[in-house]
């Protein structure tokens, strides 16, 4: 069983910046990628970006590009999201998620086995 904690949300203002982290418990081996979506009231889940451990490559949303950076910690089997010039549509509640084995695009929650608890944002105006 992997678990994932994460930590760093909180109360913004715009334009503002926070460093979400995603700690993954995996007793041996490393995972395939791990990944940052984020719900928003009312909304679906929405994906904004990955991250694959052993080359590192990156894939963000369109609505996250330029402003949010998805990076990790391979020693620490750690995650982290860099949020810079935040909007209030970026209030959500982000949830990371673990891949184990590559099984399709990183868009897609299905292909993660596990998740974190979620921890909140809000952007004010």
């Known amino acids: 069983q992997v678990q994932l904690v994460e930590s760093g949300g909180g109360l913004v203002q715009a334009g503002g910046s926070l460093r979400l982290s995603c700690a993954a418990s995996?007793?041996?081996?490393?995972?395939?990628?791990m990944g940052w979506f984020r719900q928003a009231p009312g909304k679906e889940h929405e994906f904004v970006g990955a991250?694959?451990?052993?080359?590192?490559?990156?894939n963000y949303a369109d609505s996250v590009k330029g402003r949010f950076t998805v990076s990790r910690d391979s020693a620490k089997n750690t995650m982290y999201l860099q949020m810079s010039s935040l909007k209030p549509d970026d209030t959500a509640v982000y949830y990371c998620?673990?891949?184990?084995?590559?099984?399709?695009?990183?868009?897609?929650?299905?292909?993660?086995?596990?998740w974190g608890q979620g921890t909140q944002v809000t952007v004010s105006s």
């Open positions: 995996l007793r041996t081996g490393s995972p395939y990628a």
């Open positions: 991250i694959t451990w052993t080359y590192g490559s990156t």
């Open positions: 998620g673990l891949v184990l084995i590559n099984r399709g695009i990183l868009t897609t929650r299905s292909v993660y086995d596990y």
